[in-house]
Each structure stands twice: as C-alpha cells, then as structure tokens.
C-alpha cells in the first residue's frame, strides 16, 4: 500500500519559516519525481515544486529564491523548505509522486501565514 504522508505545516508570520516533510512508503522512492503542490482557498492546486529522480529542481515563479525543495531518498523523505513566507503562501500543501503511469497524492498539510 502506497503512503504519502505530509507534516510540518502550521502557522506562521510573514518572513518567518517553515519546513515541510513527506514521507513516502510502498514505492521505490528512488526513482519517482517527487513534487510539492499547493492549493488556497477558492483557487485551483497549483506546482510549487518538483525534484526529478536525478535531483534537478524547478519552482514557480512565485517561490524561487524563498523555497528549496530537497529528497533524501534514504529516509524515502522529500522536503520542502520555506522561508521569507507571504500571506500568499497560505494553503494546503500536498506532495505528489510520480513516475509515467504512476502517481500518488499525500492528504496535505495546512500552511497558514499571518500578517
């Protein structure tokens, strides 16, 4: 059985930080691009950020220069770590993985920033 399972979302003030963790059992972590998503209130789930199984990175526009996405493929754990954050940055964040005709969805982690 396949779990994703997300943490380290809360509340926060704007400029402060936060790390987030998935967790990933059931897979070959190894070789699935790992992704972070988000989705606020009223909006549609947009990408954040994605690490392939090489360890390339993107990120939204939105983010770069404030998020890192990172994997430690022996802990079968990609992070997503977050500083400078906005009021914008509110959300569920939730970690995807995925590989061609594979993918998985942790249940989300809330991200709440405060002015």
């Known amino acids: 059985q396949v779990q994703l399972v997300e943490s380290g979302g809360g509340l926060v003030q704007a400029g402060g930080s936060l790390r987030l963790s998935c967790a990933a059992s059931g897979i070959i972590f190894s070789i699935y691009e790992m992704v972070w998503y988000r989705q606020a209130p009223g909006k549609q789930r947009e990408l954040v950020a994605v690490?392939?199984?090489?360890?390339?990175?993107n990120y939204a526009d939105s983010v770069k220069g404030r998020f890192t996405i990172s994997r430690d493929n022996a802990k079968n754990t990609v992070y997503l770590e977050m500083n400078g954050l906005k009021v914008e940055d509110t959300a569920v964040y939730y970690c995807?993985?995925?590989?061609?005709?594979?993918?998985?969805w942790g249940q989300g982690t809330q991200v709440t920033v405060s002015s």
């Open positions: 995807n993985a995925r590989v061609p005709l594979s993918d998985y």
């Open positions: 690490i392939t199984s090489g360890g390339t990175r």
